[in-house]
């Protein structure tokens, strides 16, 4: 049989044990003089290799910010960023991204934008495709290969972005509201599919959502961010056991760290209110 | 990438999620796409009648107005009949002169068109990526851009070696400007999540361009291409009626000197096909670059 058309495991050890993040004393400011917008307020943030950390809060609070200066696509104005000591310059394929949608090539197959990482990193087609096929099957898609992105749901299309995401074997995973734009009972299935492939790999994780729920089912760390300027107001460790499936939102432990967060965020807007009021 | 799997059976929907949008109607899932064969449905058939219907009753209210020499503010009398003009092209189609006119035009467009072509997309991908070059370019194409065709044959004239210089130059810069421009536009069109999803992905700046930036812009410089092709063709005939001594613009323009007037309409209709068969021709040649568009739609 032809190599490619084998499945492999996917081969962990190259990304194990890597994805240390470090943001150290970073501030973003977008614009200059009168029209300065403090997006990111200087931050400090240690990431263990492997973690799983979800960044948590309203829209517009400069937590995509704070993960593009991560990705490399923001330089910080101030401060840096490090992935396993190395400065964050621009984007790399050490630092796997999936945006919200859309972001898939259209006018590549589904298999031509999984093989398009490795090829790109200089393998072979044969390498590539082999590849490719890999991680369309670690996300139950392989026969869909040769689809369209567009011809594929939304809750495909994302995991075809995870997949080809993984396919360059990133130390770390940024994931940017990838399910936000998923209805409600495809999004539980990619959750807890997306808490498996982890499982697998390892990868540090960085999530950015600002649902609640989603959130504190997935993450090791919740990060709490607040708006106008943007920082992480509190850090809450969530020790619930893995591996998790959605049976674990009725237990006390879940709901207890659900309200711990969400109190934090409620009084946070609250003092926002009146001190817009004041 | 022609190594993937080619499923004889499409299998059935196993996923737990909603079904995909689209279902592929045939066992073939291969990358290449066997070509999609042409299903002439009922709606083909009534609109190709539909087509028919139309040209038969222009030509029969043309043979009419013609019939009674019609002068009721526009005067028909010397317009010449649907009959006339037919015998008079029936008789050209004979002789050799009039293929000649047709392959010069032809020769004409073709080396025009082709140095727009090249020139063009090239001018538009630059000024597309590069601000120094568009703030550079565009007064140059904001000014010239309205100047009519018609406007260039003196200068034209003037400025180039040979009369055949001259008709390319004026053809060619006819079909110039809606390939910038277009081109331009969809260069402009590239989204901005695409750019920074390969670069994630290892791609370099030549990869973006060749993987993001020219396959998003291509839809719109299909446009263009079809666009300029049109465009080329009344920019030549300008070029020929003035200077030249064949092409179909020409013997356009030497009917109407000789006061023929069915060959002034057998000239004009003569054009009008070739521009019709000409862009529809561009449409075909770029259609399998969009087949994804095709398929997603």
Sequence with gaps: MLDVLKFKEPDRGKSQGKGQIKVDEVSITFGSGKDAHLAVETTSLDIKAGEFVC???????????????????VNPTTGAVRVDGEV?????????????????????????????????????RTEAGSTANTFLELVGLKKFGNRYPAELSGGMQQRVGIARALANYPSVLLMDEPFGALDAQTRLMMQESLLEIWNKFGTTVVFVTHDVDEAVFLADRVLIMSAAPGRIIEDVR???????????????EYIKARQFCLDTIKAESRKAFEDQNA | MDTAVKPKVVETETEAEKAPVLA????DLGPKMSTPTLKITREHISSAGIVALSLTIGVL?????????????????????????????????QTEIFWTHIYVSMRRILISYSLAVALGISIGLIMGRSRIARAFIMPYIEVIRPIPAVAWIPLAILMWPTEESSIIYITFLGALFPIVLNTLHGVEQTPEVLVRAVQSLGASRWAV???????????????????????????????????????IGYFTWDAYSLINYQDIVVGMLVIGFLGTASTAAVKLITKPMLKWQERTR
């Design chain 1, 88 to 124: 964050v310059e621009k984007p790399g394929p050490d630092r796997g991204m999936v945006f919200q949608q859309y972001s898939l090539l259209p006018w590549k197959t589904v298999y031509e934008n999984v093989a398009f990482g490795p090829k790109m990193a200089g393998h072979t």
């Design chain 2, 61 to 93: 209210l043309w043979h009419f107005v013609t019939a009674i020499n019609l002068d009721f503010y526009i005067n028909f009398e010397n317009v010449p009949s649907p009959l006339r003009v037919f015998t008079a092209f029936v008789a050209h189609v």
């Design chain 1, 55 to 73: 960044i948590l809060g309203p829209s517009g609070c400069g937590k995509s910010t704070l993960l593009n200066a991560i990705a490399g696509y």
């Design chain 2, 24 to 27: 592929v109607s045939s066992g």
């Design chain 2, 209 to 247: 361009f060749r993987h993001v930036v020219i396959p998003a812009a291509l839809p719109s410089i299909a446009a263009g291409l079809a666009i300029g092709m049109g465009v080329s063709w009344f920019s030549l005939l300008a070029g020929e009626i003035i200077s030249g001594q064949y092409g």
């Design chain 1, 238 to 252: 969530i020790d619930l056991p893995r591996p998790r499936t959605t049976d674990l939102a009725s237990t006390p």
